[in-house]
């Protein structure tokens, strides 16, 4: 089992940035891909980006495309969200989870989960 704690959330006026961490312990992450989903009230949960963690490969929502970037620093064991140019539609409670199927972007398949970070973007 891999263990996941996120960090990093906040408020943040619209257009501002905020960076958020997950720090992974626990199996070999090698072959595991990690994944950002999201979670506003009163909605699903949704995929947001998702990096393999061997290569480095990453994928994106739509949504978030062009102005959230994934990375990962192997030596920490840790795994970045930068989210430039946020919109109050931003605004979720963050999750990352690892999952051992490869770059999957589908929740259901990922099974480790970190206890989440809000961001709040006002507008």
């Known amino acids: 089992q891999v263990q996941l704690v996120e960090s990093g959330g906040g408020l943040v006026q619209a257009g501002g940035s905020l960076r958020l961490s997950c720090a992974a312990s626990?199996?070999?992450?090698?072959?595991?891909?990690m994944g950002w989903f999201r979670q506003a009230v009163g909605k699903e949960r949704e995929f947001v980006a998702r990096?393999?963690?061997?290569?480095?490969?990453?994928y994106y929502a739509d949504s978030v495309k062009g102005r959230f970037t994934a990375s990962r620093d192997n030596a920490k064991n840790t795994v970045y969200l930068q989210m430039n140019s946020l919109k109050p539609e931003d605004t979720a409670v963050y999750y990352c989870?690892?999952?051992?199927?490869?770059?999957?972007?589908?929740?259901?398949?990922?099974?480790?989960w970190g206890q989440g970070t809000q961001v709040t973007v006002s507008s």
């Open positions: 989870a690892t999952t051992s199927v490869w770059a999957t972007t589908s929740a259901p398949y990922y099974n480790s």
């Open positions: 626990g199996r070999t992450l090698s072959r595991y891909t």
């Open positions: 990096i393999t963690w061997s290569t480095g490969t990453t």
